[in-house]
């Protein structure tokens, strides 16, 4: 087919999906049916933005042939998949020497609180990063106000950190190339507005930031210790008008809650799409709570 029967058709050469290397409270798994029925396909020589990467559950599931740039202020987060991308067995031998015991667990947790952090290479930080994922308290990645991660030990059987299957997945999508040679994905440790600014008429945004607390007692917080405060949703919220004002597709996902309802309250500009998710914190599935969630197109 000529470029131009194929951005007609919208078919063109595909990807492989990959699935999310780590637990990610908030993650989008559950909600992919839902997101992908509201995300446009970028046309072509367009792309797709993530800037709040996250587990990447949204992004790793993309097929279409088109540059990704994702991107998270999370630092640890983005070494973590820059290393999959480019030595995934090292990181897979430097997990098997690592042991599911709770003395151990602690012992990794605090490598940034002493001397030591400092010598540690990109491999090891990576590892740390899955490990702690994996078997600390439900994967809630919490940081205190210096930064440093603070989640209890998860005290699980059998935490699956050593997931070689999925790293290698994960590394082959990562390492995928477009027709012009062109890297498929771009990982970029950088704020969304950082990000956002590089898109462009007929590219696709999907953000989502840190929530609105859905407590009124909660405070803004997010997995970095600079938090995300009503300001800040406001001013992603300016930005996502500003995108769809260039010609670009945004989606952005939020609690269901009256502030993100009034932020988003202009119906010129946004539509609010209520979708319903188990969420919670709870150790048993079953005992997860059943809340609605927004998804908002900006227009």
């Known amino acids: 087919m000529t470029l131009a029967v194929l951005e007609m058709t919208g078919e063109r050469p595909g990807f492989q999906p990959a699935t999310p290397i780590l637990k990610w409270v908030g993650g989008k798994r559950a909600l992919l049916a839902q997101i992908n029925e509201l995300l446009p396909t970028p046309r072509l020589g367009s792309r797709f933005f993530e800037p709040f990467l996250g587990g990447g559950a949204v992004s790793f599931s993309r097929t279409f042939a088109n540059q990704i740039v994702a991107s998270d202020t999370n630092a640890e987060l983005i070494n973590l998949y820059s290393v999959v991308t480019k030595t995934p067995q090292e990181l897979i031998a430097e997990l098997r020497a690592y042991r599911n015991e709770e003395s151990f667990y ?29 078997t600390c308290f439900n994967g809630l990645y919490r940081v205190n106000s210096s930064g440093k991660f603070n989640t209890p030990f998860g005290n699980y059987v059998s935490p699956n950190y050593k997931n070689e299957t999925a790293i290698i997945q994960l590394h ?6 477009l027709q012009d040679g062109q890297p498929r994905i771009v990982l970029n440790n950088s704020s969304y507005l950082e990000t956002s600014s590089h898109g462009r008429e007929g590219d696709v945004f999907y953000f989502d930031p840190p929530y609105v607390p859905i407590s009124p007692t909660a405070s803004f917080t997010s997995y970095q210790s600079e938090g995300f405060n009503l300001e800040d949703q406001t001013k992603l919220r300016d930005e996502a008008l500003r995108l769809a004002s260039i010609g670009a597709s945004v989606l952005l996902s939020n609690s269901d809650t009256e502030v993100v309802r009034e932020l988003y309250g202009n119906k010129k500009n946004f539509k609010i799409h209520t979708v319903s998710i188990s969420r919670g914190l709870a150790a048993k599935p079953s005992a997860r709570k059943k809340i609605t969630e927004v998804l908002i197109s900006a227009r």
Do not use: C, H, M
Request: cysteine-free; proline content about 3%.
């Open 106 to 134: 602690y012992s990794i947790r605090d490598l940034d609180r002493g001397p030591d952090w400092a010598k540690t290479n990109s491999v090891q930080r990576a590892a740390r990063i899955l490990y702690l994922n994996k």
């Open 172 to 177: 082959e999508f990562l390492n995928g190339r």
